[in-house]
């Protein structure tokens, strides 16, 4: 198993600009979520999806959207990129209903904001 | 989700148990307490849940106080590897939406040879 993957690692965008950033997971899990880490704090949430078809919001939603179409796929539009979005973002998933709710984290995008 | 407390920061000397302590007041009796850590730059990894009974993995032991105001991760020979934030988060297990992580800052455990 590939477990969490997102692409891209790194991307600059301009202020305005719009992008999406993609996360895929193999391992069947229903439940997905995105976060955000700004420097020297911890997670946030942005959106979550407790399975395909059903996306609810975070802590922090503003300025993003989420769409979750099939179980594997969970990507991220950033809709007019503004510096304030500047951060790592980490997708996540888990079993929906598991004994252990334990959560898989991927490597993270690196995105920086001009 | 209750608030949990870590102390900012901690230091270990290689080859010795790193004990991190986490206080959880307010943890309601459905409410696990998880550990996950990050690794500079890279997605948190989990390490231990449990609930009230103390528990052992092979990465480390949670102890949890009978009135599970609060818990110790210990990692029991810790490595230079073992460097990074450790968090401690208190969440009910039911998923779905409860399956949200409420990070705080974590502790930042540096292993010094």
């Known amino acids: 198993n590939a477990g969490v993957t997102q692409t891209p690692k790194f991307q600059v965008l301009k202020t305005g600009q719009s992008m999406t950033l993609q996360c895929a997971q193999d391992m069947n899990h229903e439940y997905m979520s995105w976060y955000r880490q700004d420097p020297g704090m911890g997670l946030r949430l942005i959106h979550y999806s407790v399975g395909a078809g059903i996306t609810d919001q975070g802590e922090v939603p503003n300025g993003y959207n989420v769409s979750r179409s099939t179980t594997e796929d969970f990507p991220l539009r950033l809709l007019s990129a503004a510096p304030s979005q500047t951060s790592v973002y980490f997708c996540a998933s888990s079993s929906w209903g598991a004994g252990t709710d334990t959560q898989y984290f991927g490597p993270g995008t690196r995105l920086t904001v001009l | ?113």
């Open chain 2, 1 to 113: 989700d209750a608030k949990t407390t870590q102390p900012p920061s901690m230091d270990c000397a290689e080859g010795r148990a790193a004990n991190l302590p986490c206080n959880h007041s307010t943890i309601s009796g459905n409410e696990y307490v998880y550990w996950y850590r990050q690794i500079h730059s890279q997605g948190p990894q989990y390490i231990i849940h449990g609930l009230k009974n103390n528990e052992t993995n092979e990465m480390a032991s949670l102890i949890i106080t009978e009135d599970r105001k609060s818990s110790t991760l210990i990692l029991p020979h810790a490595t230079l590897r073992d460097t990074a934030v450790y968090y401690c988060i208190a969440q009910a297990n039911y998923g779905g939406s409860q399956g949200n992580l409420i990070f705080g800052k974590g502790t930042k455990l540096s292993v010094k040879p």
